[in-house]
């Protein structure tokens, strides 16, 4: 593959853990910011022409890079392009790279809202669809109606919601690259909407943990269980745990802290210590909600 200034800002090495909200995690190989959709289209033909993997990170949250130098080309949608937002009646659209809080700001200026679960989540609308961000009852798919992707060849498609495949935390699309998603909101009253969003982020912040850099959480809630992750977590005496700098969080134990210059591998061992005990006294396989990068 070679490395053309049509790509856009290319860097070689880029530590991740400048681009991680959990800031820890081995080199990217390959990072690049496309300034246009043209950009990331080329950059996505040549690297699948080479066989070379592309991974599209945007606010860094729910990654787990693991160390030395990862051979993927990372890509950024941080231009502007990849940040519009535009409105039409109830409608609207956002690009991949916009922060979910300014898209969440702007439909609230214009007296809409129907969005309130999600307040507290952080990160892009493009990684809110692709890992279907949401809560317990709520996610971010019934708000989409559709999303415009990039395929492995560099084509620009469009997806209707009801063809993407979502399910609990992940979406059907894993063999493409958003860059924008349109969503239908409703009418509602600024004050509500923005009473809304703060309660809801109270909740969040009175149960999860906000003191040290984090992935969020870590694992799934098993399906059919009495018990949530965090709770398993708990019960099995590993809420506090420490290995070096990094600590299963004694707020919430479904998030692991970057406590004190953590390194991608004391994450990724309280990781395992994590599922090694809960299978241990449940019986049951933990999965990641966070997406472990190697």
């Not at 787990?64 to 940040?83: C, Q, S, T, Y």
């Not at 702007?106 to 949401?134: C, D, H, K, Q, W």
């Amino acid at each position: 593959m070679l490395y053309s200034p049509l790509y856009g800002n290319i860097k070689f090495d880029e530590p991740l853990s400048r681009h991680t909200s959990i800031k820890a995690g081995g080199r990217a190989r390959i990072w690049i910011e496309p300034e246009s959709t043209q950009q990331l289209c080329r950059i996505v033909s040549d690297a699948g022409k080479n066989k070379i993997p592309v991974f599209t990170i945007g606010a860094g949250c729910n990654i787990i890079a693991k160390p030395g130098n990862i051979e993927k080309v990372f890509v950024r949608l941080n231009a502007p392009v990849f940040k519009n937002i535009e409105f039409k009646a109830c409608y609207a659209v956002a690009g991949a790279g916009a922060l979910l809080n300014n898209f969440f700001k702007a439909a609230m200026a214009r007296s809409l809202g129907g969005y309130e679960f999600l307040s507290g989540i952080p990160g892009t609308v493009g990684g809110a669809v692709f890992g279907n961000a949401g809560t317990k009852n709520n996610d971010i798919c019934d708000l989409l109606e559709e999303a415009e992707v990039i395929d492995r060849a560099g084509v620009i498609k469009k997806i209707k919601k009801q063809n993407i495949g979502f399910g609990y935390r992940k979406s059907g699309l894993g063999n493409y690259i958003i860059t924008s998603a349109k969503f239908k909101f409703e009418r509602r009253d600024k004050k509500e909407t923005e009473a809304l969003l703060k309660e809801n982020f109270a909740i969040k912040k009175q149960k999860q943990d906000y003191a040290a850099p984090s992935a969020g959480c870590i694992f799934k809630n098993p399906k059919n269980f009495h018990l949530s992750a965090g709770e398993m977590i708990d019960k099995c005496g590993l809420k506090g745990r420490s290995f070096n700098g990094a600590q299963i969080s004694s707020r919430h134990a479904n998030f692991i802290i970057n406590k004190h210059n953590a390194r991608a591998e004391d994450i990724i061992f309280l990781t395992k210590l994590i599922k090694y005990k809960v299978k241990k006294a449940y019986g049951i396989n933990l999965e990641e909600e966070v997406k472990i990068i190697s």
